[in-house]
């Protein structure tokens, strides 16, 4: 059992920053792909960003690919999301999951792996 917490949020000026982390519990870490997922005010939760689980591999929505940094530290059991240059269309609940997996080079854009998820961080970017 995975347990995850996110922490970080809140309210920025556009092309403000922002550092999202979601601290994980349990064993292994590294046994699991960690995923960024957000959801605005009535729209679908979509994908934001994913690490593999040694943290060499990672993937970017489109729209926040050069903006955001995922990254994690497996001793800290700790995924990062750093937000750059944010935009009144990046605020949302942001979300963190885990996806297990036996190959540490994975990753998933979908949400249909993630096995766990934490509660969710708000974030807010004003124009």
């Known amino acids: 059992q995975v347990q995850l917490v996110e922490s970080g949020g809140g309210l920025v000026q556009a092309g403000g920053s922002l550092r999202l982390s979601c601290a994980a519990s349990?064993?292994?870490?590294?046994?699991?792909?960690m995923g960024w997922f957000r959801q605005a005010p009535g729209k679908e939760r979509e994908f934001v960003a994913t690490?593999?689980?040694?943290?060499?591999?990672?993937y970017y929505q489109d729209s926040v690919r050069g903006r955001f940094a995922i990254s994690r530290d497996n001793a800290k059991n700790t995924v990062y999301l750093q937000m750059n240059s944010l935009k009144p269309e990046d605020t949302a609940v942001y979300y963190c999951a885990a996806a297990r997996t036996t190959y540490g080079g994975n990753y998933y854009l979908s949400s249909e792996p993630y096995n766990y998820w934490g509660q969710g961080t708000q974030v807010t970017v004003s124009s």
């Open positions: 349990g064993r292994a870490f590294s046994n699991y792909a």
């Open positions: 690490i593999s689980g040694t943290g060499g591999n990672t």
